[in-house]
């Protein structure tokens, strides 16, 4: 810079943040909060009258109301052999992952935000398992009207067992509220408060994908996703997150060496 002239450069706005949790017992209530998950959709299998029932009543609703048919969003997915083997996969493999990571991630770098988004995933978590235990819903793959293809038992792979009234693993009628979706959106949303930079909306493409997936495959009615998304605007709005870690610190100014 030429001799008698000053000038000024902001550095990137920072974040005030609490301080981080303590590790252990964070560890014991996310691990506590997944069993639960576990746990719960286990306690609510069966049920297969009523999932049917139920079953029938959101497809007449979803047309109702004008939705696109489910099968449209399979037929995305089924124009190439690729496509369905990757969506497939996302299903089966990138829920829990993308959760643990996204939670990780917001313990060691924003303590606030962290405890913020635990309490949101634990009380849209809570609300999704009580709702399946009040309504075991059938996925439109066990719905012989919806005409669409079990894509995971069909190309691959399947995280699901061969009798869904028996599956010991997961609870095949838990299809209404879809936490996939919830929790996508969590984390989506998570990461774009606690971030800084012009592209941080492109997390939003996650729970993008994981809709076009959970309908694609023929797990979850459009219906579930959009209660999904209802339930974790209340959680949200009950868990707001702390006032500290929401307003940025005003932006530092260093003088430019003359």
Same mark, same amino acid.
Request: hydrophobic share 55%; aromatic share 10%.
């Given at each position: 810079?030429?001799?008698?002239?000053?000038?000024?450069?902001?550095?990137?706005?920072?974040?005030?943040?609490?301080?981080?949790?303590?590790?252990?017992?964070?560890?014991?209530?996310?691990?506590?909060?997944?069993?639960?998950?576990?746990?719960?959709?286990?306690?609510? +299998?069966?049920?297969?009258?009523?999932?049917?029932? +139920?079953?029938?009543?959101?497809?007449?609703?979803?047309?109702?109301?004008?939705?696109?048919?489910?099968?449209?969003?399979?037929?995305?997915?089924? +124009?190439?052999?690729?496509?369905?083997?990757?969506?497939?996969?996302?299903?089966?493999?990138?829920?829990?992952?993308?959760?643990?990571?996204?939670?990780?991630?917001?313990?060691?770098?924003?303590?606030?935000?962290?405890?913020?988004?635990?309490?949101?995933?634990?009380?849209?978590?809570?609300?999704?398992?009580?709702?399946?235990?009040?309504?075991?819903?059938?996925?439109?793959?066990?719905?012989?009207?919806?005409?669409?293809?079990?894509?995971?038992?069909?190309?691959?792979?399947?995280?699901?067992?061969?009798?869904?009234?028996?599956?010991?693993?997961?609870?095949?009628?838990?299809?209404?509220?879809?936490?996939?979706?919830?929790?996508?959106?969590?984390?989506?949303?998570?990461?774009?408060?606690?971030?800084?930079?012009?592209?941080?909306?492109?997390?939003?493409?996650?729970?993008?994908?994981?809709?076009?997936?959970?309908?694609?495959?023929? +797990?979850?009615?459009?219906?579930?996703?959009?209660?999904?998304?209802?339930?974790?605007?209340?959680?949200?709005?009950?868990?707001?997150?702390?006032?500290?870690?929401?307003?940025?610190?005003?932006?530092?100014?260093?003088?430019?060496?003359?």
């Amino acid at each position: 810079m030429a001799a008698g002239t000053a000038g000024t450069r902001h550095a990137e706005p920072e974040t005030t943040d609490a301080p981080r949790p303590p590790l252990v017992r964070e560890l014991v209530l996310v691990t506590a909060l997944f069993l639960v998950y576990k746990l719960g959709r286990s306690l609510a +299998n069966g049920h297969e009258a009523r999932a049917f029932g +139920n079953a029938d009543r959101v497809w007449d609703l979803e047309r109702a109301v004008h939705l696109p048919g489910e099968g449209w969003a399979q037929d995305l997915i089924m +124009n190439g052999g690729t496509l369905v083997h990757a969506a497939n996969a996302y299903y089966a493999w990138v829920h829990f992952p993308a959760t643990i990571a996204f939670l990780g991630w917001l313990y060691w770098r924003r303590p606030g935000h962290y405890v913020w988004a635990r309490r949101a995933l634990a009380l849209l978590t809570a609300a999704g398992l009580a709702l399946h235990l009040l309504m075991p819903l059938a996925p439109p793959r066990m719905l012989a009207e919806a005409g669409l293809v079990d894509t995971a038992r069909v190309y691959g792979p399947s995280v699901y067992g061969a009798t869904p009234a028996t599956d010991g693993m997961a609870n095949q009628f838990a299809a209404m509220p879809s936490l996939h979706f919830g929790w996508a959106l969590m984390v989506a949303i998570g990461l774009i408060a606690a971030t800084r930079g012009r592209w941080r909306a492109l997390w939003l493409l996650h729970p993008l994908v994981t809709l076009l997936v959970i309908v694609g495959t023929a +797990n979850h009615y459009w219906l579930d996703a959009l209660v999904a998304g209802l339930l974790l605007g209340a959680a949200l709005a009950l868990v707001r997150l702390p006032e500290a870690v929401r307003r940025p610190t005003p932006a530092r100014m260093w003088a430019v060496p003359r």
